[in-house]
């Protein structure tokens, strides 16, 4: 059977056609914008290689010149996972044989050099990014609301360990009392699977000051219409309507995912938490291995873990918590030797 070219997986040379046949196949709208840019950048390649088979070969040369041109391995894993789903996808709609696909599907990625730490704050350090909100209010910096909304957030990160997708997207109605105690309930995570996240007092507590200081009271009308908790607000620091995006859409007045990692960015560097290029040392994604390291050092288990973040696997968990655990104690702590120092 002759290879395939890449024309005839695109109708009349319409390469956006490819883009939308992976990015309408998943759910994420993070992996949408990722596949998206991966597949530009590929297809981008195979113009100026003279638009090559479709094939393992191809692929794997394609692997190579990123390699070459010093993408980070985890940049080039998700350019080689966008075009795996590429094959997938065209052989699922009849575009090219299965055993084609089947090669490109093949290709693999490339080996994570150790295990990427990632940053995680202390407990203290927590404290200081969860109150740094009412810090700049009481230095009338930020308006009150924009603290009770932006303590809120913070809270809800580092307490149960929500992506920031996630906690944009949770309502009033799935914050409900199950078992005596508060918890985020129904909540849809990474690939659709569902779960329900305790919520500590403390969190509560935030939670409360910031429903107060909107108004939207338990027992609202808002809660029963399934509102959002968290939500954007004007420059005066009051709750928005509709909102108009950069891009020329109008929201629905709901915070965004983006807008939530904008709000860990803004308090990070008010902070201190500050790199030496004068960017934030931390990131929204940074609260979540922070819960995860404070629930691990506070004597939680595995499966108590893993149920909090979401993961599918305890495997994926234990993962997770390995660069943490790994520098709780390590091998040096093992060699004493006694200094004599120079003084005088």
Do not use: C
């Not at 997708?165 to 199950?178: F, L, M």
Request: proline share 4%; no cysteine.
């Amino acid at each position: 059977m002759a290879a395939t070219d890449m024309t005839d997986l695109i109708p009349q040379n319409d390469w956006y056609a490819v883009i939308d046949l992976v990015t309408q196949s998943v759910d994420s709208p993070h992996s949408k914008r990722a596949y998206s840019r991966a597949l530009i950048d590929f297809l981008d390649w195979y113009e100026r290689n003279g638009r090559p088979p479709f094939t393992k070969a191809t692929i794997n040369a394609y692997r190579e010149e990123m390699l070459q041109s010093g993408k980070s391995r985890s940049s080039i894993n998700q350019a080689l996972s966008a075009i795996r789903k590429l094959a997938s996808e065209a052989a699922d709609n009849g575009l090219v044989p299965p055993t084609l696909a089947y090669g490109v599907e093949r290709v693999k990625g490339v080996k994570q050099a150790g295990v990427r730490a990632g940053n995680w704050l202390t407990k203290e350090e927590a404290e200081k990014l969860v109150n740094t909100p009412v810090y700049r209010w009481r230095r009338e910096e930020i308006p009150a609301l924009k603290a009770a909304r932006d303590q809120a957030i913070l809270a809800v990160m580092i307490g149960t360990g929500l992506r920031r997708s996630e906690a944009a997207g949770v309502t009033w109605e799935q914050i409900q009392q199950r078992d005596g105690r508060w918890a985020i309930i129904d909540l849809v995570g990474k690939g659709g699977r569902v779960r329900s996240v305790g919520i500590p007092p403390w969190v509560k507590v935030a939670l409360d000051r910031w429903a107060e200081a909107s108004g939207a009271q338990r027992g609202h009308s808002d809660q029963a219409q399934g509102k959002r908790v968290f939500r954007a607000l004007n420059k005066d620091g009051q709750l928005a309507g509709a909102v108009r995006t950069k891009g020329g859409r109008k929201t629905d007045g709901n915070l965004t995912p983006q807008a939530i990692y904008n709000v860990v960015k803004e308090h990070a560097l008010a902070a201190g938490y500050i790199n030496r290029k004068g960017e934030p040392s931390l990131a929204a994604h940074d609260l979540r291995r922070t819960a995860a390291a404070l629930a691990l050092k506070g004597g939680a288990d595995l499966r108590q873990i893993q149920q909090m973040l979401g993961h599918a696997s305890i495997m994926t968990t234990e993962r997770y918590l390995e660069p943490m655990r790994s520098l709780q104690v390590t091998a040096g702590d093992f060699i004493q030797i006694e200094l004599t120092l120079a003084t005088g």
